[in-house]
């Protein structure tokens, strides 16, 4: 089976502007869960999509957005960008059941705000 | 306050040995916990699990120990290799939050030759 996909690889972009993250799922998996990474905070979560509905949100700004399509592919978007936002946000791909589910994730898209 | 602790950012074996993670976490609502292996810029990829009704998982050369009581989980890598290098994240969730990972802030294994 093909692994998370996660395009583009690399973004740079100014502050103020917005952007659209792209996520492709372990075929067969309905849940997609987004995460952060910057040194500083490590791995944060970000939301959980499962079924086209978002399952869990964490502590993030009412500027990051997602939503999942009907063949379980997922976007990520940021709008307003701040310096901040440079990190390397990751998406995950798991069957989405209930009880123990592992996720698989992607090689990340590394966002870069200037 | 952090949920999931890796307290040792950094950890050097020589080749063979054998290698122990260490995890700490404060919240008993989970009940499934991770390991996950990554390098510099790629995504975490996922190594071994156990659920919190086991107290041990074997995979090959990994092995996770769970301590419930304790809040205490530990990956066990024998023997070590030099490709076993990179940062290691210890993850937990909870019933009904499967999709929202819980990460320690990783333990930087080296492994030398």
């Known amino acids: 089976k093909a692994g998370v996909t996660q395009t583009p690889r690399y973004l740079i972009k100014t502050r103020g502007q917005q952007v659209t993250l792209s996520c492709s799922p372990i075929?067969?998996?309905?849940?997609v869960s987004w995460y952060q990474q910057t040194p500083g905070q490590g791995l944060q979560f970000l939301f959980e999509?499962?079924?086209?509905?978002?399952?869990n949100k964490g502590n993030f700004p009412g500027r990051f957005s997602g939503r999942q399509f009907s063949n379980s592919r997922s976007e990520m978007n940021v709008s307003t960008l701040e310096l901040g936002d440079s990190a390397l946000y990751l998406c995950?791909?798991?069957?989405?059941?209930?009880?123990?589910?592992?996720?698989?994730f992607g090689p990340g898209t590394r966002l870069t705000v200037l | 306050d952090q949920q999931v602790k890796q307290n040792s950012p950094s950890l050097s074996v020589q080749e063979g040995r054998i290698s122990i993670l260490n995890c700490d976490y404060t919240?008993?609502?989970?009940?499934?916990f991770l390991w996950y292996k990554k390098y510099p810029a790629e995504g975490p990829t996922f190594l071994i699990s156990?659920?919190?009704?086991?107290d041990k998982n074997e995979d090959g050369r990994f092995t996770v120990f769970l301590n419930k009581s304790a809040k205490h989980l530990s990956l066990h890598i024998v023997p070590s290799q030099p490709g076993d290098s990179a940062v290691y994240f210890c993850?937990?969730?909870?019933?009904?939050?499967?999709?929202?990972?819980?990460f320690g802030k990783g333990t930087k294994l080296s492994v030398k030759p």
């Open positions: 156990i659920s919190s009704i086991k």
């Open positions: 999509y499962f079924s086209e509905t978002q399952r």
């Open positions: 075929s067969g998996h309905r849940s």
């Open positions: 995950a791909s798991s069957l989405g059941g209930r009880g123990a589910d592992t996720q698989y």
């Open positions: 919240n008993s609502m989970f009940d499934y």
């Open positions: 993850a937990a969730s909870s019933a009904g939050s499967q999709g929202n990972l819980i």
